[in-house]
């Protein structure tokens, strides 16, 4: 089960981001001015689930055909730029590098193949937030432990769908199983390019990327970078194992060269 959040319909109302703080109990923050746009949260964090991001670009929108008449308005509606609104959030990525690093078991993965953290069990180490390719997860200042989103683990269990999903007025932010979200996003895809949008594409469903596909994927508009999302995510644990193969050999190693030395000085010392 995952998210697909389609960019392309996100009006920026922030419903998501409420939703998500109302369900899941996640403390106020995003109070301060930032001089960001509409941008009050600027990020993900361990108090912000949800973060709606306002990105206005010097740009045309593109030829799609809206609906609505602009014949009456200056320059017959025709604008040079745009605004790209994108309700961010845990990717709840196939291969998890935070899973690899929890030394403690607080983070697992569910029956629903999403990624949450057991927050009465994380002991605060911080190992999984340098860990995470996309530096989602977070340490609440006062608290030390890590946090994100669960997509609504509770809540689906339940069988509903997560807050932010439930919340969305222009269905943006889609809840599923993951072949169907795949399926709908292409077509959609394929829909907006017909209709001159040709930057559209999906960001995180390929299940061959780096991280195996992200179990919350995104159409977008533009470059990854213009949403501040790395454009090809690895997981950063990917060399352990070979790291883990390199350091046994080198440890049997020395231990045969140890081994050895103590061999060939037991027996020199036998003869004397």
């Not at 609104?85 to 929890?102: I, Y």
């Not at 683990?153 to 997560?162: F, K, N």
């Not at 399926?183 to 001159?196: F, K, M, N, S």
């Amino acid at each position: 089960m995952g998210f697909f959040t389609d960019t392309s319909v996100c009006i920026g109302c922030k419903a998501c981001e409420v939703a998500c703080k109302e369900w899941n109990g996640v403390p106020e923050d995003g109070l301060d001015f930032t001089g960001m746009s509409y941008d009050n949260t600027q990020g993900l964090g361990a108090d912000t689930w949800r973060h709606v991001a306002f990105i206005e670009q010097d740009k045309p929108i593109g030829n799609a055909e809206s609906g609505i008449d602009h014949a009456g308005a200056p320059g017959n509606g025709a604008t040079d730029m745009r605004w790209l609104m994108a309700s961010d959030v845990c990717k709840h990525c196939t291969h998890a590098a935070c899973l690899d690093v929890c030394p403690t078991g607080s983070l697992f993965r569910t029956e629903f193949g999403t990624v949450v953290v057991q927050e009465d069990i994380c002991n605060g180490c911080g190992y999984c937030i340098p860990a995470c390719p996309y530096g989602v997860i977070d340490q609440r200042k006062g608290d030390g432990r890590a946090w994100k989103c669960t997509l609504c683990y509770d809540r689906i269990g339940a069988g509903r769908e997560p807050a932010c999903a439930k919340a969305c007025p222009t269905d943006s932010i889609q809840y599923g199983p993951l072949d169907e979200l795949r399926e709908r996003a292409a077509l959609r895809v394929e829909q907006l390019h017909d209709l001159g949008v040709e930057d559209a594409r999906l960001y995180g469903h390929d299940p061959n990327d780096g991280v195996g596909g992200d179990g919350a994927f995104f159409l977008l508009l533009d470059e990854p970078e213009v949403y501040g999302l790395p454009p090809d995510p690895v997981v950063t644990t990917r060399d352990l194992p070979s790291i883990w193969k390199h350091t046994g050999l080198a440890a049997a190693v020395l231990l045969g060269g140890i081994t050895a030395a103590f061999a060939a000085h037991g027996r020199s010392g036998g003869r004397r």
